[in-house]
RNA sequence: GGGCCUGUAGCUCAAUUGGUUAGAGCAGGGCGCUCAUAACGCCUUGGUUGGGGGUUCGAGUCCCUCCGGGCCUACCA
């Protein structure tokens, strides 16, 4: 029995995600955390909402609330909806929770402490009109170098050209489309993480094991042009974490709050305490001081690729250069982008599926085998309604869950719904044992090693072991003339039945908990024995035939959902 | 512009890191079974590994080049 600590990136708090940014960090990191729960190891899996920054002092305004009930609203909804995709976290947290306001300022005082942040002056875009700083992206003008007339600050969409606010001709804010903008001094905090660049090397060139995708990205950052540059960490906002060092104020830093990739990386760790004032468990530090029982935990992060900077460098920075024994990720699992049907899923043109229209249509477990099975682990893939329907059809109702039907429904027509006895075992049971052990050890090990793809393949092909078995012992034409034979035959399938509900739980729990329920038994043991964990159920043992454990797609359904998601919503 | 990833059967993906005849699932074809959600099982068709060149006894794998797809490029988060 192990610790395992588990984040999963943690979702901006402004609106509803889509399938991709599911399966790109929430779902494989439940995933892993379920199945690590299963294996008897102690785990803590926590998640939170992203809450500060522009977007959301900006989504707050369009929907006419304040910002902190904006908050308080989307995290509810983002709740609910990862409860009903069975997102099993210890704790959803808040990164605006008091929790991380006060642990941040700490961070803050101790790197500053450590001489690892400094002050820099720059100027930035004021809009009176907006009563804001506007960070780069948020201005539009004339694009001096090709003449398009909705050149971004930062970058322009036309002709691919770097550029400066100052740059834009006719500058204005794409908020209110205010043209009275000015350049202000502003003064603000920078992580000094250039000094800290051989330390971080070093420590992902130790990571071997980790994803190139998380590797190569790192190194990326850390050498291209003149390196790894330092890191503004604050901003001119209201909504955020205060600045202060510790509970102190700091001079020269009235009115700013820290940026939110500075606060979001601290909430993995704010959550703990979150957890902990909510009365769900007792000693937060165990997890996340080395120095204090953390020593021994395996701390494995989930995200998109779009994350890995922050959480191979900036944070680990943080943590580093803090001076304090907080404990440091041991493994990244990083992963690429979902495609929708032939494009990109587009929340502002309503493209694609979001996580809250994926349940109105079909329950949790649909979604999670395919994405699950379907990972972009390796490069980006791709979702079509037609690969959707025909693997939940294929796989879930006809490999899985007709296996359920035909041998409840045979049992009950022929024994009854109890388990029956009589019969021995003969050498076509041994191999099916040997051959199931095969595959569960490769479904394990797969697991270990968090490829995704790969463990789901290795779990269906135990399901069809199950059906060849079926096959082959055709306890159908053995009861005819050996009614005991049969007796066995069946006795060994019902088990297995309760056995596919233990090991395919990480990835569809409401099916298998609706297995175990027919089935009668509270035993989610792990087959470590197979042999053995074919014998749970007793002669005599009851049970019940469940209802069809999963419907299939029909075309017309598929059709419908394909026009219904196509876009422009 | 720079960097990274990617291209393998009609489709979605593998290939023990340079080692025999490139493998699975789905789809297609044939056969079998009848317990089951017209479900299951067995057999089978199908590939000049994007094109070209090179290194090597040997290349899907390494190098060069061209073509296609995607991502990142530090103030969206």
């Known amino acids: 029995m192990a610790r395992h600590l588990i984040t999963s990136a943690i979702p901006y708090i402004n609106g509803i995600k889509h399938l991709g940014n599911l399966v790109g960090s929430q779902l494989p990191a439940d995933l892993y955390a379920r199945y690590?729960?299963?294996?008897?190891?102690?785990?803590?899996?926590?998640?939170?909402?992203?809450?500060?920054?522009?977007?959301?002092?900006?989504?707050?305004?369009?929907?006419?609330?304040?910002?902190?009930?904006?908050?308080?609203?989307?995290?509810?909804?983002?709740?609910?909806?990862?409860?009903?995709?069975?997102?099993?976290?210890?704790h959803f947290g808040r990164s605006s929770s008091p929790q991380n306001h006060r642990l941040t300022q700490h961070f803050a005082k101790q790197l500053y402490e450590q001489g690892l942040i400094r002050e820099?002056?720059?100027?930035?875009?004021?809009?009176?009109?907006?009563?804001?700083?506007?960070?780069?992206?948020?201005?539009?003008?004339?694009?001096?170098?090709?003449?398009?007339?909705?050149?971004?600050?930062?970058?322009?969409?036309?002709?691919?050209?770097?550029?400066?606010?100052?740059?834009?001709?006719?500058?204005?804010?794409?908020?209110?489309?205010?043209?009275?903008?000015?350049?202000?001094?502003?003064?603000?905090?920078?992580?000094?993480?250039?000094?800290?660049?051989?330390?971080l090397e070093k420590w992902i060139d130790s990571k071997a094991d980790w994803p190139i995708l998380t590797t190569s990205i790192a190194k990326k950052w850390l050498n291209d042009g003149d390196g790894l540059q330092d890191r503004g960490i604050t901003r001119d906002l209201d909504w955020g974490i205060p600045v202060k060092r510790g509970d102190e104020d700091w001079p020269g830093m009235e009115g700013k709050v820290f940026y939110v990739w500075f606060d979001a990386p601290i909430e993995y760790i704010a959550c703990a305490q979150e957890w902990v004032d909510a009365g769900k468990g007792e000693d937060w530090e165990r997890w996340w001081r080395t120095d204090k029982g953390a020593d021994d935990v395996t701390y494995t992060q989930f995200m998109g690729k779009d994350n890995v900077p922050f959480h191979t460098l900036s944070f680990p920075a943080t943590i580093l250069g803090s001076g304090e024994p907080w404990k440091l990720v041991d493994y990244i699992k990083?992963?690429?982008?979902?495609?929708?049907?032939?494009?990109?899923?587009?929340?502002?043109?309503?493209?694609?599926?979001?996580?809250?229209?994926?349940?109105?249509?079909?329950?949790?477990?649909?979604?999670?085998?395919?994405?699950?099975?379907?990972?972009?682990?390796s490069g980006d893939a791709e979702f079509t309604w037609e690969n959707f329907q025909t693997s939940v059809n294929k796989d879930l109702a006809d490999v899985l869950g007709n296996f359920a039907s035909r041998v409840t429904k045979f049992c009950r027509s022929k024994f009854g719904e109890e388990v029956p006895q009589g019969g021995a075992q003969t050498p076509?049971?041994?191999?099916?044992?040997?051959?199931?052990?095969t595959k569960i050890r490769e479904y394990e090990t797969h697991m270990e090693a968090m490829e995704i793809r790969k463990a789901a393949a290795a779990l269906r092909a135990a399901w069809v072991l199950g059906n060849e078995y079926?096959?082959?012992?055709?306890?159908?034409?053995?009861?005819?003339?050996?009614?005991?034979?049969?007796?066995?035959?069946?006795?060994?399938?019902?088990?297995?039945?309760?056995?596919?509900?233990?090991?395919?739980?990480?990835?569809?729990?409401?099916?298998?908990?609706?297995?175990?329920?027919?089935?009668r038994t509270e035993d989610a043991g792990w087959p470590d024995d197979v042999a053995a964990a074919l014998e749970v159920l007793a002669p005599g043992h009851a049970f019940s035939v469940p209802e069809n454990i999963f419907r299939k797609i029909t075309d017309e359904e598929r059709e419908d959902w394909q026009s219904r998601f196509a876009g422009t919503r």
């Open 36 to 90: 690590l729960r299963g294996r008897g190891h102690e785990v803590m899996f926590l998640c939170a909402t992203d809450e500060h920054g522009t977007p959301a002092e900006l989504a707050a305004a369009k929907a006419g609330k304040p910002v902190a009930e904006y908050c308080e609203e989307m995290h509810g909804v983002q709740a609910e909806i990862a409860e009903g995709f069975r997102l099993s976290f210890d």
């Open 120 to 199: 820099v002056s720059e100027t930035q875009m004021y809009s009176p009109t907006d009563g804001r700083y506007l960070p780069d992206r948020y201005i539009e003008g004339t694009c001096p170098n090709c003449g398009f007339d909705s050149a971004r600050g930062d970058q322009c969409d036309n002709c691919t050209k770097q550029l400066d606010p100052v740059d834009l001709i006719d500058p204005r804010s794409v908020i209110s489309g205010a043209t009275d903008l000015e350049m202000r001094e502003t003064k603000h905090l920078y992580l000094r993480q250039s000094t800290m660049k051989d330390e």
């Open 334 to 377: 990083s992963f690429n982008y979902l495609n929708y049907d032939g494009g990109q899923f587009s929340t502002s043109r309503g493209r694609g599926v979001f996580m809250d229209q994926a349940l109105e249509i079909l329950p949790a477990d649909y979604w999670r085998w395919w994405l699950l099975s379907h990972a972009p682990e």
């Open 428 to 437: 076509l049971e041994t191999r099916l044992i040997a051959d199931l052990t």
């Open 470 to 519: 079926l096959q082959e012992a055709a306890p159908w034409a053995t009861f005819k003339e050996d009614p005991e034979q049969a007796a066995m035959q069946i006795r060994l399938a019902l088990n297995l039945i309760r056995l596919y509900a233990v090991i395919s739980a990480p990835f569809i729990p409401d099916a298998c908990a609706t297995l175990r329920t027919a089935m």
